[in-house]
């Protein structure tokens, strides 16, 4: 089905079952520990040999030597695999770095080896006794010194121009030009990357734990040059993604070619340690934001540049996206700059992009609304848009920005707030309202289904869509029962294979839109495979209660199966409506924070978040989205960093102990209100996404609340506490 018209009225908008806070239909299985995660497929496979991965312990250089003699005469191992031994390999094309490095090293950690044995200990002992000898070649580890030799946009990245920014700039009567940062992160999924391989002939079947099945088995395929078809992907349920299981992995190759070699099913985890150099991670950026206004507010000059570094090949952090859309103001400029960094690969992070880029456009306006004696909620709303500023006839399909701030601002009682820095006091603490616009883009990807009707009456869903964490299961069987006309209990879905339909997968918050439209079509072309099984005109029957009705005859709905299952297939593609339509999901976040006079701890008080995010198609899953996102955008503001070592190249503190994330103590009672923003631009099912849109804007929100707590401006994330002491009032 191809959706190239706004949508119509169609049986979605029912809301019968979608749009109710069902509990996930999945939550039994995950309460009870019966839920099958990558790590733990060995029930399906008798003789499982378990891999341990050696990584580089140098950035950048060569490997000179390598023995394994010992390794591979320790107890129960069964094989030791480089690049050398392991055959030719071929590359994916979503990673920059390789997967199995050697003897050519692109960044610490990069796996060089897998050793394979009879348990994980041995294998873990084993791996000990590989001696590798490497070369050492100098690399740039540090984006601060590397930054004023980037001053051109990448070549594939130009950079956005609309009227004169420098003139407009120069010939405003307020102006801001400050520079921020923001640190490298690590997606820090609970459930760590793992995979199970196991080799029939020349088939292979990979249980493991990822956001997009079809990547994987592309890009597996491409690797082991092997045909796709030869592979089946299956990944059913995921602690987590964040980005960080978008593209395959080295757990994944590392398996496939362990379990190749001792011909018996291979597990291969990452330990927790290994992830952050190993995988992907969020890049640091380098943001300068120049804003001009005139007296009364308006913005007349606005410029976003961000830097962020990479290895060859690497993806830039595109810190400006928002910039190019949020705000109004005739003369604009926005650009990239990519510096080449011999660190880990950077790449997705939850809301890539806009998540940094709020950071700190939100804590930019804030500054600028003070320098106007402006209130930050109404600097925001005099300068909403409701076209794209680079092409004013191109509208958003939707648009409730200034809606999301107003009602943020009432809830929050906004009013209270004391304009002036570091006024209000409770005993020791400081206590500050701050606020943020969120913003991001919604995505739209092609996404496939097949539905089943069986002569029970159950409808069973298939698509390799991924279920993260977010409610896949169970947005994709609200919709189904919605379509059928039948009660959720009667809906099976079947998720994360490759031999179900190629789905949008799990990513860039585009799933849960993208993925029940999908379904939709689907079950559009089984409700017509039942109306011509009964003999009825598909156009006027009506499914509900179990029942399908046309006119005066009423059939129960298995009864259309009763000679055989019904099955239906179709995939939803989309046209160009999003050419003519700019399409977003926004919001506004509050945070009271209280801060210690003496020490500089923070404490986040309070945390409201009010979303336009398209129709929410299950406000449990969706609030749930939102306050881990929520919760997310805490840590980044005070707590998430990857230090690097600028001297040898990778980040130190590389595991929970040393990188800090918020836990149940640091977060407070939080609050989430969604509008109603049915949008019938973005599907049938005329959803969007929350997931990212739930982080954007809230760790600038945090920044600010700390600057009206403690009157101390902090540009630079996390806002530590040796970031602030300096700054705050003596204790008296
Ligand atoms: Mo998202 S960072 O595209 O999983």
New binding site residues.
Partial sequence: MKFDKPAQENPIDQMNVVGRPHDRIDGPLKTTGTATYAYEWHKEASDVAYGHVVGSAIAKGRIVSMDISAAKNAPGVLAVITADNAGPLGKGEMNAATLLGGPEIEHYHQAIAVVVAQTFEQARAASALIDVRYRREPGAYDLAQEKPSVTEPPEDTPDKIVGDFERAFNEAEVKLDATYTTPDQS?MAMEPHASMAAWEGDKLTLWTSS?MINWWRGDLAKTLQIPKENIRVRSPFIGG??????FLRSDALLAALAARAVKRPVKVMLPRPFIPNNTTHRPATIQRVRLGAKQDGRITAIAHESWSGNLPGGPTETATNQTELLYAGANRHTGLRLAELGLPEG??????GEAPGMMVLEIAIDEMAEKLGMDPVEFRILNDTQVDPAKPERFFSRRQLVECLRTGAERFGWSQRNPQPARVRDGRWLVGLGMAAGFRNNLLTPSGARVHLDAKGVVTVETDMTD?GTGSYTIIAQTAAEMMGVPLEKVVVRLGDSDYPVSSG?????GANSSTAGVYAACVKLREAVANRLGMEANTVEFTDGQIRSGDRSVPLAEAAAGGTLTAEDTMEYGDLDKQFQQSTFAGHFVEVAVDMATGEVRVRRMLAVCAAGRILNPKTARSQVIGAMTMGLGGALMEELAVDTRLGFFVNHDMAGYEVPVHADIPEQDVVFLEDTDPISSPVKAKGV??LGLCGVSAAIANAIYNATGVRVRDYPITVDKLLQGLPALV
Avoid: D, T, V, Y
């Fill in positions: 997606h956001q993604g964040f980005g960080s299981k978008l790449n997705s992070m939850r809301a890539p993260i799990s990513g860039g918050q585009w997931g990212e």
